[in-house]
């Protein structure tokens, strides 16, 4: 099956208002509705038959949602920004290299010239199970994630245990952002409210957002570090188009150290450790690659195998920390 | 070295672009799914999602009823079942009881629109019983009461056992100072070519069908759809239009190309019908899977004294190439050294998965890697340099392999030489710091397979030229480019022999009504055989104008010598033409005492000259029209002994890669740097393409060595796309330098030999070899994924502290 389905309505608002009318309306009439910025992401599943939908709504039309800006010690990116707009904008590279370097490790040009920052902090969960092809996920049984009774990861799962599905979330950019503490504005029918990224997260792989239906991610908010003593390193076979097997966010403080991580769970995992609970740094990066090893319940679901990923959580924290270290001795 | 300018040709030995190249980058070129053909149905395909089950009933009413609907097939609508080869037809171009594998069509809709085609394929309801499916092969080897084919007689899983023995194994491993041995495993994988499988189907208002479909084999093609139609030859016609790709992955007869042409004949219209990249996957067709143990004896002064091995690979549902495939896992080690002690056993299964077929350096890959890293491991032991070892081994020109392959030209020696000294490989071979290592490899592949697949005695290739009254030249032959370049080497051959301008010469190939026989596209015989077909009608067509040049300037016509009889001839590897047999051999000398060129034909010892029109129109007198014909047939050659004619080949190309590369030991990711490649190719007709040839293999070998593999779960593709399927991009190519290796091959056209496939095997060992120059680990599992480069030195490191463990015992006592 590679072509879209036929029967779904297509409107694309040009205001927030427009957009909230809009949903409202569908939220009455039961009518089932997607949003789709870059649709890089949203395409596939519904040319898979993951997605069924009655209406698509186009975010492309809200140009308030664009532009990446600096306001005093923030810098505020709108959602709808392209990755490649982030890669390439002068405020990033000067205030937050970091983050232009995890969107830049976003699959390949031509989709990074679609698909939108705002697209990627809620990029839905994988699976080799269910992004398939109608054939392949008929020929296992339906999963958690497809509607279904069972998990072809964890074979024991069953409906009832805390986490059902074990999908894991994929985004380059959402541990970036994390570590810089970035808040992002929601925008929905009880109006904008500002949340932190950390709290937009829940460890389910069949949807681990915390937003409510209807609402879209307007903006990210982030305070401008004093110095941004950040790394991110990406682990896939190839050094373009693949999702993260691993992704490893680090960043330096002079209170210590913290750590995100994307690519295992279905959640992000975020990790802290502070100078003065260590005797020495090389302590604490000991001790936070261990938490950090911790986090990861992977499962095989991915080119690498489950303990190889595991064992780079390390590693790559650990290259990070020397990066951070060379890079401000120079 | 380069010795094209010395030859003095016009048109062959100089870096020339593709005759298509022009129209493919200006998006001009039509492939077979760009084709509009009037009104055409759409087909679609219902594929099964299981790999092993009986299908109770299919109920096609639904989507019969379905409006826009104008037919439906299943697997009752054939009679035939077919295959590429005449010994294993075991295919159906629909499921009829059983399905044997994920993806396999059970039924097929030919509507108005493809939408409406795609909702009738929704429509069919398909009762399945789920059966006991074998995905693995050693299992698959195992007594079964499930066999995948009792319909061919067959009570288990076995498609084909291959056992040869040559020489005496034991006293071979006798004579050796070192024996190694190993088991190494290869994951399936994927041609990955660029344009996925399609086809249209024409037809007439006599019932005649025009079939556009994007394959290699257009000749085995006809055939096959003959057999399955059951309509004769003639009332079908294939043609290929510009191809996207085929690495063997195109090289079959497919199910999808009978249920267009069953459509179009029972329905009366046009059809349409291409595939999904998933489609592709589910076809497959790729690179078997495979298990294999060898054994090498290596003697210092002898190299290597006996080669044994024992072979499983995994098949999938049907047959395809399979039998060869089996046979070439085993032969194609009778190159690039001598082997005098030698046996394989190969045994080729019937899983429940797609089936594995032909594909880029076919069933030599996966043994060439085995040796040549097992070769490395005798080197290493014997504290011998393995480059300067090869050196040492490769065959002599003009041997007979073990198994009586009869090697002619070979030109390895020199380029091997030369990218030692390119790559400094003797200060750096075991010299460079940890994580940086280099490493050689070689390999030998046919020139095409001397025998054809259906046996008969017809030439091989046979090219027919003609000459427009205003001197235009048109060659003709049914050679497949699948986007090689073999049009504008047949061009290529053509204007040599003539004098003319590639510019002044078209080319017509693959349309089975128009061009003359060509068995198709594969195992690296298009440029021996089409080659010299092509330069043989050239040939007999200077002898037209130089006779007609001879009547206007009132000269004898120059006598031609003959060979004694055509079997003597073909042993000595001779050149000369026998006209009056109408038979010209391989590459023949034509010098005839005239020079062709500017537009002139020049008497050399009379220095008198016409033109090429008035020779033209001198020779029309003749005959009305300019027609020629060249054929090429392979020698007679080979040994007596059952299995003999696989593998054997008029020549054979030989390779050595040289590859340097960075490991990380604490990732395990393996950077390919450098690749320095020196392919003996006979005389290069166009180096531009062979240079092409070298970096796509390149790439390719890159795919297998380190990221590519199907992966199932019982029996289920789990990675049926580009995205999860993973073929290199392109940052990860390494530098590559080509290093000219040449020789005269006696029987090639102007010496030329095979470029397309050998290049492949040898470039995934050497990539192996230099990773054990770099951090001393032995890799043995293709692909070679950082987690087994981990896994491998973990091993390596236990096993050290293990020594000195008992070693601080044993000085403890």
Redesign the interface.
């Known amino acids: 099956?590679?072509?879209l389905p036929?029967n779904f309505d297509y409107v694309r608002p040009a205001t927030l208002d427009q957009l909230s009318a809009l949903v409202t309306e569908y939220q009455q009439k039961d009518r089932s509705f997607a949003f789709s910025a870059g649709g890089t992401d949203l395409i596939p599943k519904l040319k898979t038959r993951l997605l069924n939908l009655d209406s698509l709504i186009s975010l492309n039309g809200l140009t308030e949602l664009t532009g990446i800006e600096k306001h005093a010690h923030h810098i505020t990116i709108g959602a709808l920004s392209t990755l490649s707009e982030v890669a390439d904008s002068d405020l990033i590279s000067q205030y937050l290299p970091t983050l232009g370097d995890a969107a830049r490790k976003v699959a390949s040009p031509q989709i990074r010239n679609r698909a939108t920052i705002g697209g990627n902090i809620m990029v839905d969960n994988r699976c080799?199970y269910i992004n398939?092809?109608p054939?392949?996920r008929?020929?296992?049984s339906p999963c958690f994630k497809a509607g279904g009774d069972v998990c072809?990861l964890v074979k024991s799962a069953k409906r009832g245990d805390e986490i059902l599905c074990q999908a894991r979330f994929v985004s380059d950019t959402a541990p970036v952002l994390l570590l810089l503490d970035a808040k992002i504005t929601i925008t929905g029918a009880a109006g904008p409210r500002k949340i932190k990224l950390a709290e937009l997260y829940l460890n389910d792989g069949i949807d681990n957002k915390n937003i409510n239906s209807g609402e879209v991610i307007t903006a990210i908010d982030i305070e401008i570090p004093d110095k941004c003593r950040m790394d991110y390193q990406k682990?896939a076979?190839?050094?373009?188009?693949?999702?993260p097997s691993l992704g490893v966010a680090v960043r330096l403080s002079d209170n210590g150290v913290s750590v995100a991580l994307t690519g295992l769970n279905p959640r992000p995992g975020v990790f802290q450790a502070d100078t003065a609970d260590y005797d020495s740094f090389d302590n604490m990066i000991a001790a936070i690659c261990a938490e950090a090893m911790g986090f990861a319940v992977t499962y095989q679901q991915d080119?690498?195998?489950r303990?190889?990923r595991k064992?780079?959580i390390a590693?790559f924290i650990r290259?990070g920390v020397d990066r951070i270290m060379k890079e401000s001795k120079t | 070295m380069d010795k094209a300018a010395d030859n003095g040709y016009k048109i062959i030995g100089k870096p020339t672009p593709l005759i298509d190249s022009r129209a493919k980058v200006m998006g001009q070129a039509l492939y077979t799914d760009d084709i509009r053909l009037h009104n055409p149905l759409t087909i679609k395909i219902l594929?099964s999602?299981?790999?092993s089950a009986n299908i109770l009933s299919v109920d096609i009413t639904a989507a019969l009823a379905l409006p826009g609907v104008r037919g439906v097939l299943t697997g009752a609508d054939f009679k035939n079942t077919f295959g590429v080869l005449t010994i294993s037809k075991d295919e159906p171009a629909l499921a009829r009881t059983v399905v044997r594998y994920?993806?396999e069509p059970v039924a097929a809709v030919a509507a108005e629109t493809?939408?409406i085609a795609?909702k009738a394929v929704e429509l069919i309801k398909v009762d399945y019983q789920l059966t006991d499916g074998v995905f693995d092969s050693r299992r698959a080897l195992k007594a079964t009461d499930h066999p995948l084919h009792p319909e061919l007689g067959r009570e288990n899983n076995l498609h084909k056992k291959v056992l040869q023995e040559f020489g005496d194994i034991d006293q071979g491993f006798e004579q050796a100072d070192v024996v190694v041995e190993k088991r190494f495993r290869f994951a399936s994988i994927n041609h990955a070519f660029t344009e996925p499988h399609a086809t249209q189907v024409e037809i007439d208002n006599r019932g005649n069908i025009t079939v556009y479909s994007a394959t290699q084999v257009p000749h085995y093609l006809h055939m096959a759809m003959a057999e399955v139609l059951e309509i004769p030859e003639h009332r079908i016609r294939i043609i290929k239009p510009h191809l996207g790709g085929g690495f063997g992955g195109k090289s079959d007869p497919f199910p999808h190309e009978m249920i267009a042409a069953r459509f179009a004949l029972d329905l009366g219209r046009n059809v349409k019908l291409k595939f999904?990249r998933?489609d592709v996957f589910?076809s497959h067709h790729g690179r078997h899977q495979t298990d294999l143990t060898m054994k090498l004896g290596f003697c210092k002064e002898k190299g290597i004294t006996a080669l044994t091995l024992d072979t499983l690979i995994d098949g999938g549902a049907y047959g395809s190439f399979g039998i060869v495939t089996t046979y070439y896992n085993g032969v194609l080690l009778q190159g690039p050294y001598k082997v005098p002690n030698f046996r394989f056993h190969v045994n080729r299964l019937y899983t429940n998965k797609p089936m594995c077929g032909a594909m880029r350096g076919h069933g030599g890959v996966n043994p060439r890697f085995a040796s040549e890293v097992l070769l490395d491991m005798a080197c290493a032991e014997c504290d011998l340099d393995p480059a300067e070892t090869r050196l040492r081994f490769i065959l002599k020109e003009n041997t007979l392999t073990t198994n009586e392959f009869r090697v002619t030209s070979v030109g390895l020696q020199n380029g091997l030489r030369e990218a030692m000294k390119r790559t400094d490989w003797q200060r750096k071979y075991g010299k460079l710091p940890f994580g940086k290592g280099i490493g050689v490899a070689c390999g030998f592949f046919i020139s095409g397979s001397a025998l054809p697949i259906h046996w008969n005695k017809l030439p091989a290739s046979t090219v027919r030229i003609t000459l427009d009254h205003d001197g235009g030249v048109t060659v003709y032959s049914g050679a497949s480019d699948i986007g090689q370049g073999s049009d504008t080497m047949l061009a290529q051959m053509a204007a040599e022999v003539l004098g003319q301008p590639m510019d002044n010469v078209k080319v017509i190939s693959a349309d089975t009504r128009i061009t003359p026989v060509d068995l198709g596209s594969y195992s690296s015989r298009v440029t021996f055989m089409a080659g010299n077909a092509s330069r043989n009608a050239a040939i007999r067509m200077r002898r037209l104008l130089v006779e007609a040049a001879c009547e206007l300037l009132d000269m004898t016509p120059p006598e031609y010598d003959k060979p004694d009889k055509p079997e003597d001839y073909f042993r000595q590897g001779g050149r000369k033409p026998d006209f009056d047999q109408g038979f010209l051999g391989p590459n023949p000398d034509y010098a005839d005492g005239f020079i062709f060129e500017d537009g002139l034909i020049r008497s050399e010892r009379h220095n008198a000259s016409v033109t090429w029109l008035e020779a033209i129109e001198k020779a029309l007198e003749f005959q009305g029209i300019l027609q020629t014909s060249g054929t090429y047939r392979a020698p007679k050659m080979g040994g007596k002994f059952k299995g003999a004619g696989a593998g054997l080949s008029p020549s054979y190309s030989f390779t050595a890669f040289i590859v340097e590369v960075t490991v990380d030991p604490?990732?395990?990711f393996i950077k390919v740097d450098k690749a320095t490649c020196a392919h003996d190719c006979g005389f290069p007709l166009n180096p531009l393409a062979v240079n092409g040839q070298i970096e796509g293999c390149i790439h390719m070998g890159l795919g297998q060595a380190?990221?590519e593999e199907m992966v199932y779960?019982n029996?289920?593709?789990?990675?049926?796309s580009f995205?999860?399927y993973?073929i290199?991009?392109?940052?990860?190519q390494p530098v590559v330098d080509i290093v000219p290796t040449y020789s005269d091959d006696s029987e090639g056209p102007f010496g030329a030999k095979e470029a397309g496939e050998g290049i492949l095997a040898p470039v995934i060992p050497a990539i192996a070899n230099a990773v054990y120059d770099a951090v001393g680990i032995r890799l043995t599992q293709l692909p070679m994924?950082?987690?087994r480069v981990?896994s491998a030195l973990a091993r390596k490191k236990k096993t050290r502290e293990k020594k000195t463990r008992k070693k601080k015992k044993e000085a403890k006592r």
């Open positions: 099956m590679s072509s036929e080799s398939q092809s054939i392949n008929e020929s296992h072809h682990l076979i190839r050094n373009a188009l693949d999702f080119f690498f195998p303990g190889y064992d780079m590693v290259r | 594929r999602p299981h790999p994920e993806g493809a939408e795609d999904s998933e589910f604490e990732t395990g380190l990221m779960d029996g289920a593709t789990q990675n049926p995205l999860e993973k290199p991009s392109a940052f990860e994924r950082p987690d981990l």
